[in-house]
């Protein structure tokens, strides 16, 4: 079967189903802030507990990454995030799935060439590409500030 470019997205957009925007645009809202009003609880019990401000930001932060990381290797990460959307792939929750998931794929090909090689294949890029771009605005901030 020939199709041009043109031919296969009507075909593509004929079949595919259309997206309600506006319910994900809410739900992503909805847990997207209910993760931001858990941070901040944790924060505040964390704070509870005298630690730091600092040391209580990074607590909280680990704690998400744990969560995300132990929900996505029961398998429920994946069951929240295709309802919630967005709302749990922007914060860090994400990023731990987006580590986690591959691991967990290809953990059938063995500790080192499966889990621990595949582990970073979704998040490396983003990790590259994240730190890169933070060291070039850094020297562009030094740059322009420093005179």
Avoid at 18 to 31: G, T
Avoid at 67 to 76: K, M, P, R, S, Y
């Amino acid at each position: 079967m020939d199709m041009t470019n043109q031919e296969y997205d009507a075909y593509v957009r004929g079949k595919a189903r259309p997206s309600p925007l506006w319910k994900d645009l809410i739900w992503a809202f909805c847990v997207g802030g209910a993760l931001c009003a858990a941070g901040q609880g944790l924060r505040n019990f964390y704070l509870a507990m005298e630690l730091e401000e600092d040391v209580a930001a990074g607590a909280v932060s680990v704690s998400f990454i744990f969560l995300a990381a132990l929900l996505t290797g029961l398998g429920i990460f994946d069951n929240i995030a295709k309802h919630a959307g967005a709302g749990t792939l922007v914060p860090i929750t994400g990023f731990a799935n987006a580590v986690v998931s591959p691991a967990l794929e290809f953990k059938s090909e063995g500790f080192v060439t499966g889990m621990a090689a595949r582990m970073f294949q979704v998040a490396g890029p983003v990790l590259a590409f994240g730190i890169s771009a933070s060291v070039i605005y850094g020297i562009i901030l030094v740059v322009f500030w420093s005179f």
